[in-house]
């Protein structure tokens, strides 16, 4: 069976060890489907270049049309010789046509341009799914974040309080990077869109075989310029690669917020029952599991990628066997998020917050101090004066175990004497409230609820477009 392939100037077929080493059915075996699309193609290439008469083309299609039958069916799928998809389909196709017209058909390509071009075509359609379900996701938090109105949250920074900010601008920071990445797909799609059929096996055909139309029937625009690039570069798969992996740091970001907002000592938000998980031993446990497999699966998704670089790093210009690691990373990536995405996204769409909570939060651990020295620049203090009159208010206010808002009038009058008269001193309570500090912050992309609801009709018009 193996000398079908190469058997001409062998006197024996593999050893069984390297069999076993070669064998890629067991995941290249989705490729099935592109592979015997890249057949037709390339059938109508023949016949086209008059390798194949009218009745042997049609003939052809007859046979690659029972032998898609077959595998949708599973009535044939990948045996124990088979070395990989395109091995198997050959021999699939013979069985049908016979030896005669199924041995034609490998004229003219090789594994190397039809593997090339099979996983570009495999992967523009996944792209597709998942940015769809990134799409989801990101709508899911925009609707949260519609819900959420003006409840004010702490914002942080190195995780201590810091400003008060709308918890819908917290969300929506959340969005934006979603959509890049959605936008970092298409943006790869205009490059993976050219198909390597047809470059042979390194070199081209010498067939007289047209690449371009066989690239159009295969959904491809253009046809690579250049076949050593086209069969051998598996940039294009890397940086498939990349976008998977930075999806799963961008959920994984938004996982550690929930799982910590999901605490006991936080108590910001609460899961849906459907998409949170029991113990087994302790019954009270209501466990974030969702978010804890979406951050420990960006370790997986960045692996992915990590390891596909490597192997990429220090190849030899042209086809080396060692590419045919590259779909197992992009594989796996693809299964991880399409599972992953509408869990994650069920989960955001559920999650319930406790407004209440929040926004009692929110301007405590001094988070208006920003806003005292801000009032006092608008009062004519040089900030490097306010910023340090101000943490002096910190500072007593701390002492006596308060917050700002505890001092007295003549706490403010004392701290700023000598920059502000008493009279206006007294006044720097009218920004010590959260609502004050959200709304001041009005400039393009702050969290002032007026932009805020800009920006999530902006977020909203670009997740429909896209
Ligand atoms: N299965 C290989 C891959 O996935 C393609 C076969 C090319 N083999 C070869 N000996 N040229 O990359």
Request: aromatic letters at 6%.
């Amino acid at each position: 069976e193996h000398l079908a392939l190469w058997g001409g100037r062998f006197s024996s077929g593999p050893s069984p060890e390297l069999a076993l080493l070669s064998k890629s059915t067991q995941f290249d075996w989705r490729l099935a489907d592109d592979d015997i699309a890249g057949s037709r193609a390339h059938a109508r290439a023949l016949g086209r270049a008059g390798l194949l008469t009218p009745d042997e083309l049609q003939r052809m299609e007859n046979a690659l049309d029972e032998l898609q039958r077959r595998v949708d069916s599973g009535e044939f799928a990948p045996i124990e010789d088979d070395e990989d998809e395109a091995t198997a389909l050959e021999r699939g196709l013979i069985d049908i046509a016979g030896d005669e017209l199924g041995g034609k058909l490998r004229a003219g390509r090789s594994r190397n341009d039809q593997i090339a071009t099979l996983i570009r075509m495999w992967l523009r359609r996944h792209a597709r799914i998942v940015a769809k379900q990134v799409l989801a996701l990101a709508d899911a938090l925009c609707e949260q974040a519609k819900a959420a109105g003006r409840t004010v949250m702490p914002g942080r920074t190195h995780m201590q309080h810091a400003q008060p900010v709308l918890l819908a601008h917290q969300l929506m920071a959340h969005v934006w990077p979603l959509l890049r990445d959605v936008e970092r797909f298409i943006d790869w799609d205009s490059r993976v869109d050219a198909s390597p059929y047809g470059s042979g096996a390194l070199a081209g055909n010498t067939l007289g075989l047209e690449p371009t139309v066989v690239a159009r029937e295969l959904g491809f625009t253009k046809v690579t310029e250049n076949s050593i690039d086209g069969t051998s570069s598996r940039d294009l798969v890397a940086e498939y690669s990349f976008v998977a992996a930075m999806i799963g740091v961008d959920i994984s970001r938004l996982s550690e917020e929930i799982i910590i907002w999901n605490t006991q000592e936080f108590g910001f938000v609460t899961l849906d029952d459907a998409y949170s998980t029991g113990s087994s031993i302790m019954p009270q446990k209501k466990n974030p599991d969702i978010a804890e497999l979406a951050r420990g699966k960006a370790g997986r998704l960045i692996g992915d990628l990590t390891g596909l670089l490597a192997t990429l790093k220090g190849l030899p210009t042209a086809y080396a066997r060692d590419l045919q690691e590259d779909k197992e990373a992009v594989f796996d990536q693809t299964d991880t998020l399409e599972v992953l995405l509408p869990a994650f996204t069920g989960m955001v769409r559920t999650m319930r917050f406790n407004a209440e909570r929040l926004e009692q939060e929110a301007p405590t651990g001094f988070a208006l101090a920003t806003d005292i020295a801000e009032w006092l620049v608008k009062n004519g203090v040089p900030f490097r004066h306010a910023h340090e009159l101000s943490g002096a208010c910190v500072k007593l206010a701390e002492s006596r175990g308060e917050e700002l808002w505890d001092l007295s009038d003549d706490d403010f009058i004392e701290i700023f004497r000598g920059f502000v008269a008493p009279e206006q001193a007294v006044k720097v309570r009218e920004v010590l409230s959260t609502e004050g500090s959200v709304s001041a912050r009005a400039g393009k992309g702050g969290t002032a609820p007026t932009r805020v609801r800009e920006q999530i009709m902006s977020a909203k018009s670009q997740i429909e477009r896209l």
